[in-house]
Structures are given as structure tokens and as C-alpha cells.
């Protein structure tokens, strides 16, 4: 089997922690607001990978692979609660994603909540 992208990593990231209850959008970081600015001044066109960009996923150094993820919460729930169910939603996809390529390795993932709306 092959190696998974990680732009398929990124993508079931992304629909899980904006699927899990409690989740307003995902928190783009500066590098990614500023290639999006970058984008925009050399072309009209732009891609979705800047403009969902709340996420950081890196191999670690025993094969697996480190998740990052930054969301805007709803302030109507707990956020340590939110934050728990997408990192366990995040955890499930992300393994499910390496499984479907025959390649399950250990997943950690860093919720980071950076406001609520």
C-alpha cells in the first residue's frame, strides 16, 4: 500500500473537527493568512488549503504522525468538552485515513482553542 498525502490527512482532519458538535470554524494560522495574502496579490484564484488552513500535520520521528488543529468554538457549550470530542473525532479519522493506506501508525493530536463565538 501507499503512504497517505498529506493533504488526505489534512482533509479528514478538517471534516472531523468541523463536524464535531460545538465547532464554528477551524483558526487559520499567520504563515497560512499570509501565503492566502500572498495568493491573492499574484493571482485571483486562491485554493481551499489556505483559506481551511487550521491545521499542522507533520510526521514524527518514530513513523506517526503529530496533528494540529486550531477551532473557533460556539460559547453556548464547554470548551474543554468540544475540545476532547475533536480531538478524539480527529484521532478516529486520521487513523481510519492511515489504515485505508495500510500504513496505521501512532496519531497524536494538540487541540488549540483560540476563541469562541
Known sequence: MTAPHPEDIQQAVAAAALA??????????LADRLA???SRAITARTTSHHEASGIRCEHTSEGGW????RCILHADRRVVDIARQVREDVRTAVTACL????????????VTVTRTV
Open 20 to 29: 464535531a458538535p460545538g465547532v464554528a470554524a477551524l483558526q487559520p494560522a
Open 99 to 110: 489504515t485505508q493506506h495500510g500504513t496505521p501508525k501512532p496519531v497524536t493530536v494538540l
Open 36 to 38: 492566502l495574502a500572498a
Open 66 to 69: 503529530h496533528v494540529e488543529v
